[in-house]
């Protein structure tokens, strides 16, 4: 394992990151759709919130241990579902499947990756984890699925709501993403300057969408698969059709997406045991607003009724802890779980991990708290949030 004692922060695994993944996956993950405005906006509006910094307070005997729909975490952290993360770095779902698994906190898979269901289960020894879940057209597709996600020891379901359609991302459109890439002069003039990547590459067979190839009807190569993805995210998703995955998967459910109070009200009656305040990392509707800015509003509305989460622009344990006092019982990291991934493998997942925690437990203890559970708006700043 790497000597990563130098990496002290998110931004230098980023850094390193942006280095090692071939341009169109780092692309894929570092952006956001249109003016990636709102993008920029989950980030930044982090700077704006003040914390107060208390003194002469016994900070002896620290905790960030908590819980998340009723699973011990050693902090309010998951690593939040990604699509093409086996293409940040080799077999990258499995990766940060175990750095999470070690480190004790959910790791979620996404329906879009490139390691299978059965490929995390295998290689975690069966170790429970989360499923991501896109409604498709073909809907005895995702009854198999979810059947799949049941046999494979998944132990929550978290339904996306915001993804009927596909946001535009100028980058992608640009790059000419696919998965594996095609052997373009511009792509193979890349992939020359990213030789750690190829050879992970080389050693691995898992180079395409892991949960849709071989399972989905008529989904034979890669021109197939990629009209078939095109083709089936289903518009017309509706709250009926949470309601019909919520019976059909009968167990714990987590609504992903949610950035309005309405949606909130309507994903507390609908069940759910925990709701993601989200607007997909910018990549959808830019223009709305930061997921951080949207949290309070939802959180004093329903926050009583079902627990209530938040993604979008974490880079540090002090985002973690802000989350916390803005209403958010549990948070999802996924850009900063990618950098580290992509820099240094399972290590860099690890790394990250590490370092959101370091900064979580000294920032609580620098605002007067010593367990993450008594955490509340109390230990910002008034008129900063």
């Not at 692309?27 to 405005?37: L, R």
């Not at 949207?294 to 985002?319: F, H, K, N, Y």
């Not at 999802?332 to 779980?337: A, D, E, K």
Request: with cysteine; hydrophobic share 40%.
């Amino acid at each position: 394992m790497p000597d990563l004692s130098r990496i002290t922060c998110i931004e230098d695994l980023r850094v390193i990151a942006q280095r090692r993944v071939p341009k169109m996956f780092y692309d894929y993950a570092d952006s956001g759709s249109w003016t990636e405005g709102t993008y920029r906006a989950n980030e930044s509006d982090f700077q704006k919130i003040k914390l107060r910094q208390r003194v002469a307070v016994d900070m002896e005997g620290r905790s960030t241990k908590s819980t998340m729909i009723g699973q011990e975490v050693t902090m309010p952290v998951a690593i939040a579902p990604t699509g093409l993360t086996g293409m940040q770095h080799a077999d990258g779902e499995i990766l940060g499947a175990r750095a999470a698994k070690a480190f004790g906190i959910p790791f979620t898979l996404s329906t879009m990756s490139i390691c299978s269901l059965e490929d995390i289960a295998e290689h975690t020894g069966g170790h429970p984890f989360w499923f991501q879940l896109y409604v498709m057209r073909d809907r005895d597709f995702i009854e198999r699925l979810i059947e799949r996600a049941r046999a494979a020891n998944v132990s929550a379901l978290q339904l996306t709501l915001d993804l009927q359609i596909l946001g535009q991302r100028h980058k992608d459109i640009k790059n000419g993403l696919t998965a594996p890439p095609k052997p373009t002069l511009t792509n193979l003039m890349d992939l020359a300057t990213k030789p750690r990547w190829c050879m992970g590459m080389l050693g691995t067979k898992r180079r395409t969408f892991g949960n849709i190839a071989g399972h989905a009807k008529g989904v034979k190569d890669l021109s197939s698969l990629s009209s078939w993805t095109a083709e089936q995210f289903d518009p017309t998703l509706s709250w009926a059709d949470v309601e019909w995955i919520k019976k059909l998967w009968g167990g714990k459910l987590i609504l992903k997406g949610v950035m309005d109070v309405e949606d909130a009200r309507l994903a507390a009656a609908s069940g759910a045991d925990a709701l993601i305040v989200s607007n997909h990392g910018g990549r959808q509707l830019d223009g709305a607003p930061s997921s951080i800015e949207a949290l309070p509003a939802i959180a004093e509305a329903v926050g009583t009724e079902i627990e209530v989460w938040m993604d979008g622009g974490i880079r540090s344990g002090q985002d973690v802890l802000k989350a916390r006092a803005l209403g958010a019982r549990g948070t999802l990291i996924g850009r900063s779980f990618l950098y580290g991934l992509g820099a240094f493998g399972e290590a860099g997942v690890t790394r990250a991990l590490q370092i959101i925690q370091r900064e979580l437990d000294l920032t609580m203890a620098f605002c007067g708290r010593t367990q993450i559970d008594e955490v509340d708006s109390s230990i910002l700043l008034p008129g900063t949030f």
